[in-house]
């Protein structure tokens, strides 16, 4: 089974800050990587396919990246309403990581 | 605009089955493929079950396979998730998801639309 494993756990930032989360398969996924934000009591929502690939609508600070086994996600300038768990999910067996938690400083 | 309406959820006995469903507006039902998704309160994400637009494909992970049947009923726009031999720590809100191809390629999809979850509890 592919395994996710997202780094760090979770963090507290500022807002305006640039905030980098890390997603490492244990095995070569090529691109076939989501990520997904979900607020407290509320169901997940994607924000990017395709490891690098914006969903319509998501603001254009989220970015993503890489290939193979380690994809990251990127917040250029971090905003109050990031305030959030990130997961990655592969698609193969459609794995989740176990998340990241953020949290405005 | 898209809506996954849940229902189905409660407390029931380890062993004891329940069966939850989804009912879906917005779209054309037939034509995507659905899947299950099972989070314990304050845990992350598991994936649970899938099923094909056309229902011949039907994919379960480990946890619940042989205890799980998913199901579509395109008549009613409606997914079901069948959940025999209820165990313990099948305890979780279950969201149903909507599969998003975004090419024809078999791993090229994502979940873009969420049903409101619905809560299960396997206690004696």
């Known amino acids: 089974d592919i395994q996710l494993a997202q780094s760090p756990s979770s963090l507290s930032a500022a807002v305006g800050d640039r905030v980098t989360i890390t997603c490492r398969a244990s095995q070569s996924i090529g691109r076939f990587l989501n990520w997904y934000q979900q607020k407290p009591g509320k169901a997940p929502e994607v924000l990017m396919y395709?490891?690098?690939t914006l969903q319509g609508g998501v603001p254009s600070r989220f970015s993503g990246s890489g290939s193979e086994t380690d994809f990251t996600l990127t917040i250029s300038s971090l905003q109050p309403e990031d305030s959030a768990t990130y997961y990655c999910?592969?698609?193969?067996?459609?794995?989740f990581g176990q998340g990241t938690k953020v949290e405005i400083k | 605009q898209v809506q996954l309406v849940q229902s189905g959820g409660g407390v029931v006995q380890p062993g004891r089955s329940l069966r939850l469903s989804c009912t879906a507006s917005?779209?054309?039902?037939?034509?995507?493929?659905m899947h299950w998704v099972r989070q314990v309160p304050g845990k992350g994400l598991e994936w649970v079950a899938f099923?094909?637009?056309?229902?011949?494909?039907?994919y379960f992970g480990d946890s619940v396979k042989g205890r799980f049947t998913i199901s579509r009923d395109d008549s009613k726009n409606t997914l079901f998730l069948q959940m025999d031999s209820l165990r313990t720590e099948d305890t979780a809100l279950y969201y149903c998801?909507?599969?998003?191809?975004?090419?024809?390629?078999?791993?090229?999809?994502?979940?873009?639309?969420w049903g409101q979850g619905t809560l299960v509890t396997v206690s004696s």
């Open positions: 998801a909507k599969d998003r191809p975004y090419t024809s390629g078999w791993y090229e999809y994502f979940f873009d639309h």
């Open positions: 917005g779209f054309t039902f037939s034509h995507f493929g």
């Open positions: 999910q592969e698609t193969y067996r459609r794995t």
């Open positions: 395709a490891a690098s």
């Open positions: 099923i094909s637009y056309d229902g011949s494909l039907k």
